[in-house]
Nanobody, 123 residues
Framework: QVQLVESGGGLVQAGGSLRLTCAAS????????MGWFRQAPGKEREFVSA????????YYADSVKGRFTISRDNAKNIVYLEMNSLKPEDTAVYYC????????????????WGQGTQVTVSS
């Protein structure tokens, strides 16, 4: 079991940056593969990024590749999502998720979810 809490969202202008933080509870954080997903109003939740247990492998959606960076600090039980060059289409609620299964781009693979943090990018 793991509990996840996202923070760091906010309102920024296009071209700006934000860093999201996912704080996890428990001593087994390093055993989970982690992911970030987002959901805009009226749309399906979509994959953003994922990272393996050690951080050796990362995945990115094509829409964010080159702009977003996922990282983790297992000693602090934290996963980060650094977002640069933000666009209005990045506006969404961003969710942190954890899975004991292999790293995945699929929402269905993740068993644990945070409450989400709102990111709004104005044009």
């Amino acid at each position: 079991q793991v509990q996840l809490v996202e923070s760091g969202g906010g309102l920024v202008q296009a071209g700006g940056s934000l860093r999201l933080t996912c704080a996890a509870s428990g001593r087994t954080f390093s055993t989970y593969n982690m992911g970030w997903f987002r959901q805009a109003p009226g749309k399906e939740r979509e994959f953003v990024s994922a990272i393996t247990r050690s951080g050796a492998i990362t995945y990115y959606a094509d829409s964010v590749k080159g702009r977003f960076t996922i990282s983790r600090d297992n000693a602090k039980n934290i996963v980060y999502l650094e977002m640069n060059s933000l666009k209005p289409e990045d506006t969404a609620v961003y969710y942190c998720a954890a899975t004991s299964a292999p790293i995945s781009r699929s929402m269905m693979a993740y068993n644990y979810w945070g409450q989400g943090t709102q990111v709004t990018v104005s044009s």
